[in-house]
Nanobody
Framework: QVQLVESGGGLVQPGGSLRLSCVAS????????MRWYRQAPGKERELVAS????????????DIPDAVKGRFTISRDNARDTVYLQMNSLKPEDTAVYLC???????????WGQGTQVTVSE
């Protein structure tokens, strides 16, 4: 059974930082590109970060909003089957549910986590 379990969300003040984690099980994690998305109420889900299977091959970030570039950093630890999202200088508009996605190489399917809530507020 495939599971992606996010953690690390919560309430943070503007300007603060959070580090999200997503632990995968049931997949050969090292072969999957990993992505973080977010979805705010009433808005479409949007990609905020991507990382290749080895973490060494840059993935074009043309689809990543300018609003998060330079503030959000994705990393991974293949020994722990875990992907991280470091978020700095958080703003109220970063408030959303953050979800990780395992993008499987063909013919393998992709998988979603259940999400973790991030709220940026005074």
């Amino acid at each position: 059974q495939v599971q992606l379990v996010e953690s690390g969300g919560g309430l943070v003040q503007p300007g603060g930082s959070l580090r999200l984690s997503c632990v995968a099980s049931g997949i050969a994690f090292r072969f999957y590109s990993m992505r973080w998305y977010r979805q705010a109420p009433g808005k479409e889900r949007e990609l905020v970060a991507s990382i290749s299977p080895t973490g060494k091959t840059p993935i074009p970030d043309a689809d990543i909003p300018d609003a998060v570039k330079g503030r959000f950093t994705i990393s991974r630890d293949n020994a722990r089957d875990t992907v991280y999202l470091q978020m700095n200088s958080l703003k109220p508009e970063d408030t959303a549910v953050y979800l990780c996605y395992a993008d499987g190489p063909p013919p393998f399917a992709g998988y979603w986590g259940q999400g973790t809530q991030v709220t940026v507020s005074e």
